[in-house]
């Protein structure tokens, strides 16, 4: 369709146009409603706690840009679409807060660097936790909201702490439900820096305040301290994890990844919530993410999880995206692969509810 021809022709789509299509206005170029939409993206630009390069409170914003770029045609997963996808607003007083929680725990952060006493900046780790309590609050609350109007939701992050909200209501209204988490870290610090909400320990605190979670099963992994091995090992199988290290010995010995994905879905219960941290990727496809390390799963790789995941029949009752952030430089290349990776998210979350 030449750029001179805006009465017909084919849509990105390939449908025919007629001129009476929704107009492209919201997230993936759609025009669907939230009130419509099966799917609801709720973005939460939040970046409290960031050790090493920030800019993931962006993510939401440049994913959403990125996403009107996705083809809405998927070889693999053909017209999620067509279930309706729609971005909530962001929450009301979110952004105001975020900033005082970034000033506060940035100040904490920069006394933990610097070696200075943790006494110097209690006032400011206490606002920090008293900020992201409510944010968890209000994640959960809106969360729930959704879930009960019959809603698949993906939350999109801001740093991995926001997922702890969304776990929550999801974990409430599905006991015995199981986590995958795939993360290039295993997020089981306690408390870190004095942080209740610290991206670096939002899977330790989902294991110690939500019964509900019956398993967290976490791929990707390879970045953690000995007391997080420890967590997991002590852990009585609560937590089964699928290092980096590992699963790349396994391939590079010939054995078949497709075999190792099914692995990961046969330590998963029924229901599975995926909680996404992009840094599990290789960091060529996250360069500006906070904290890259090497290694690290392909973009098919973490797709034929997700795949064997349903190929199981297990569900996926809810996921989130975290800590995709676009960079300072504009590129827009981290956005382009958070959006595709959401889209896959959401296809395969659809795919998964029919069997
Ligand atoms: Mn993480």
């Known amino acids: 369709m030449g750029d001179d021809d805006l009465s017909g022709g084919q849509g990105r789509n390939g449908e025919e146009l007629d001129g009476s ?20 993206i709720v973005p939460v630009p939040w970046e409290a706690t960031a050790t090493g390069g920030q800019g993931t409170a962006a993510g939401p914003a440049a994913i959403a840009t990125a996403s009107t770029q996705v083809d809405l045609f998927d070889v693999e997963l053909g017209e999620p679409w067509r279930a ?6 962001v929450l009301a007083q979110l952004e105001q807060r975020a900033r005082q929680a970034r ?67 999801h974990a409430a209204r599905h006991p015995g439900m199981g986590v995958l988490q795939f993360d290039a870290h295993a997020d ?16 330790h605190r989902v294991m110690d305040e939500l019964p509900q979670v019956s398993r967290l099963v976490s791929v990707g992994v390879r970045d953690l301290c000995l007391q997080e091995h420890r967590g997991i090992v002590d852990s009585g199988g609560r937590i089964v994890a699928f290092f980096d290290a590992d699963i790349a010995a396994q391939v590079l010995k010939g054995e078949s990844f497709c075999g190792i994905a099914e692995q990961i879905a046969d330590e998963l219960p029924e229901q599975v919530y995926v909680t996404f941290d992009i840094d599990a990727l290789e960091p060529s496809l996250c360069p500006h993410t906070g904290t890259p390390v090497p290694g690290g799963l392909s973009f098919h790789q973490a797709l034929a999880i997700l795949d064997a995941l349903c190929r199981s029949g297990r569900r996926i009752v809810g996921f989130d995206l975290c ?6 430089g504009g590129g827009g290349w981290d956005a382009s692969v958070g959006a595709r990776l959401l889209y896959k998210l959401i296809g395969y979350a659809l795919r998964s509810q029919r069997v």
Request: charged letters at 20%; hydrophobic letters at 45%.
């Open 21 to 40: 299509e929704p107009p492209e206005a919201g997230v993936f170029g759609l025009g669907d409603t939230v009130a419509e939409a099966r799917v609801v």
């Open 84 to 89: 309706g996808i729609a971005q909530a607003p």
């Open 103 to 169: 000033d506060h725990g940035q100040r904490v952060v920069a006394a933990f660097d610097e070696g200075r006493p943790t006494a110097e900046v209690a006032a400011d780790v206490a606002c920090t936790n008293e900020l992201t309590q409510w944010l968890a609050e209000q994640i959960e609350s809106e969360t729930d909201r959704w879930l009960e109007a019959g809603k698949l939701v993906a939350l999109v992050g801001g740093d991995h702490s926001v997922a702890f909200g969304s776990l929550g209501a």
């Open 188 to 203: 089981l610090r306690v408390a870190y820096q004095g942080l209740i909400g610290s991206h670096a320990s939002v899977m």
């Open 323 to 328: 800590e995709v952030a676009p960079g300072s």
